[in-house]
């Protein structure tokens, strides 16, 4: 099989000849309309020049086979540069312009969200508490509260970068599962009581608002959720739609909205089970609260958590 003859030019003509059109293309692009594409394109071409230049250096006119393979990886960087012109990688949360190493968000909501993320938390309320000011596992603003489920896990607290993520989540970003489910993973991993879940169950929506919705984000974010063992259950109902909680709200009122809106279908599997209920924001417990409960006179032993975020904190 023959080969093009320009494959095996000599390095310094070819390092002339493709350099030549680097430069007419960089003339073309930064002097026209399309300004800031034009230097990506430009940037991209003579980082291609470069790789391709290393690997015709390196190629074996003598042998086909190696030569066929570096025309094969030729093609796969040109495709790689046209892909990266065409759809270029955005921040995810904000849109503006990364790298594909950036993983998903700019540095800006990177660094917003490792504010909210982390941190001392009391394990049985999830709110800030340092582990030296528990007493029994408890920290002072839950003691004495009738707390129905038996831990929780949490990211982080509701402010800031987590914020604008979780209300980008709930509200069509959908494409944001993938830090959020790093973050439920990080903190599943870190709650001390992973080994022990037999079901996750998302805290479910009102049917009409799952329509008008399109999707159940908690259950977006149990899907994501990596266990060896563990299944999702669906089995836990909202039977009766709640009226939107204010933040003004208290923790009485928001207990009263949520009183007998859950169910658990016939059938339900719960009975002996250990079971992870999953959401993304707890703000006064409510609702978890009435989950658990729920859960518990269906017969389930243990009632765990997790959240994204606890809110009614600030973000320092």
């Known amino acids: 099989m023959r080969l093009p ?4 030019m000599p390095t310094p003509q070819l390092s002339l000849f ?18 800031g594409q034009g230097r990506r394109f430009s940037a991209l071409l003579i980082l291609a020049i470069q790789v391709c230049l290393r690997i015709i250096a390196a190629m074996n006119p003598a042998d086909p086979k190696q030569a066929l393979g ?3 990886r030729l093609g796969v960087l040109a495709w790689h540069s046209l892909n990266q012109l065409l759809w270029p990688a955005v921040c995810i949360n904000c849109r503006t312009s990364i790298s594909e190493t950036d993983n998903g968000l700019c540095p800006q909501c990177w660094d917003q969200l490792l504010v909210c993320a982390g941190g001392d938390y009391c394990r049985r309320c999830g709110r800030d508490a340092s582990k030296f000011g528990l007493v029994q596992g408890a920290c002072p603003d839950c003691q004495g509260r009738q707390i129905h489920f038996d831990a929780i896990a949490r990211c982080g607290i509701y402010g800031r970068g987590l914020q ?20 439920a993973n990080a903190a599943l991993e870190g709650s001390g009581f992973s080994a022990e879940i037999d079901f996750f169950v998302p805290v479910p929506l009102h049917w009409s608002r799952r329509v008008a919705r399109g999707y159940n984000q908690s259950h977006l974010l149990a899907a994501g959720l990596r266990h060896p063992t563990a299944r999702i259950s669906t089995d836990l109902v909202r039977i009766r739609r709640t009226r939107l909680q204010p933040a003004a709200a208290s923790a009485a ?12 279908r016939r059938g339900h599997g719960f009975a002996g089970r250990k079971i992870c209920l999953v959401d993304d924001i707890k703000t006064s417990g ?11 006179e269906a017969g389930a032993s243990k009632v765990l958590a997790l959240v994204l975020a606890v809110a009614g904190q600030d973000a320092t």
């Open 5 to 8: 003859a320009i494959i095996f």
């Open 18 to 35: 493709l350099n030549i059109i680097a430069l007419l293309f960089i003339i073309v692009f930064a002097a026209g309309p399309t300004g």
């Open 70 to 72: 570096a025309v094969t």
């Open 164 to 183: 604008t993520m979780i209300l980008g989540f709930k509200n069509g970003k959908t494409e944001l599962d993938s830090v959020l489910g790093f973050l």
């Open 253 to 264: 009122a928001r207990a009263r909205n949520v009183a007998g809106a859950f169910a658990v």
């Open 286 to 296: 409510s609702t978890l609260n009435e989950c658990a409960r729920v859960l518990k």
